[in-house]
T-cell receptor, first 115, second 110 residues
Framework: DAGVIQSPRHEVTEMGQEVTLRCKPI?????LFWYRQTMMRGLELLIY????????DSGMPEDRFSAKMPNASFSTLKIQPSEPRDSAVYFC?????????????FGPGTRLLVL | DAKTTQPTSMDCAEGRAANLPCNHS???????VYWYRQIHSQGPQYIIH???NNETNEMASLIITEDRKSSTLILPHATLRDTAVYYC???????????FGKGITLSVRP
């Protein structure tokens, strides 16, 4: 089985540009999570979806960030406009069920650098 | 989430057991203890979880004290590939999500 797939793996962009990160969860998983990791703040949950519906977006830093899950096999995290402080590794994770008892499986991450 | 406290770092020799402690003194009766690890430049990986009884799988063992206020993750024969940050997490069931703290950095030396 393929794991969680994220693209691109690396992204370098200039301040002010739009950035779109993509995630394909494991087939059959109905919960999807977006995390951000920096040295200063560690691994932070941005948003999570259950059955394609956003359940908790309290971690989304500001209006420049938006996430969508149009179907069970695809999600995007968009930053518009991007700023240097958005530079981080962004991880997507998926889980089979809707409870914390199910294991989360993480993707390899997208390394974003905003110049 | 119930607060967890872990040492910042520890090391052990390759082939020896690595015992990683975690304190979670405010844990409630129905809250589980989870362990994940993150190898450098990779996404976190699930290791094990438990409620009251000790648990063992192909990766590790989890020992939970009788009062449930602390636990120890045991890697019985550590290898260089076990060098990673290990996170002890006690999620609050209502919100059904994991909150990662700083974790403990385990360095396995040859």
């Amino acid at each position: 089985d393929a794991g969680v797939i994220q693209s691109p793996r690396h992204e370098v962009t200039e301040m002010g540009q739009e950035v779109t990160l993509r995630c394909k969860p494991i087939s059959g998983h109905n919960s999807l999570f977006w995390y951000r990791q920096t040295m200063m703040r560690g691994l932070e949950l941005l948003i999570y979806f259950n059955n394609n519906v956003p359940i908790d977006d309290s971690g989304m830093p500001e209006d420049r960030f938006s996430a969508k899950m149009p179907n069970a096999s695809f999600s995007t995290l968009k930053i518009q406009p991007s700023e240097p402080r958005d530079s981080a590794v962004y991880f997507c994770a998926s889980r089979r069920g809707g409870t914390v008892l199910e294991t989360q499986y993480f993707g390899p991450g997208t390394r974003l650098l905003v110049l | 989430d119930a607060k967890t406290t872990q040492p910042t770092s520890m090391d052990c020799a390759e082939g020896r057991a690595a015992n990683l402690p975690c304190n979670h003194s405010t844990i409630s009766g129905n809250e589980y203890v989870y362990w994940y690890r993150q190898i450098h430049s990779q996404g976190p990986q699930y290791i094990i979880h438990g409620l009251k009884n000790n648990e063992t799988n192909e990766m590790a063992s989890l020992i939970i004290t009788e009062d449930r206020k602390s636990s120890t993750l045991i890697l019985p024969h550590a290898t260089l590939r076990d060098t990673a940050v290990y996170y002890c997490i006690v999620p609050t069931g209502a919100n059904s999500k994991l909150t990662f703290g700083k974790g403990i950095t385990l360095s396995v030396r040859p």
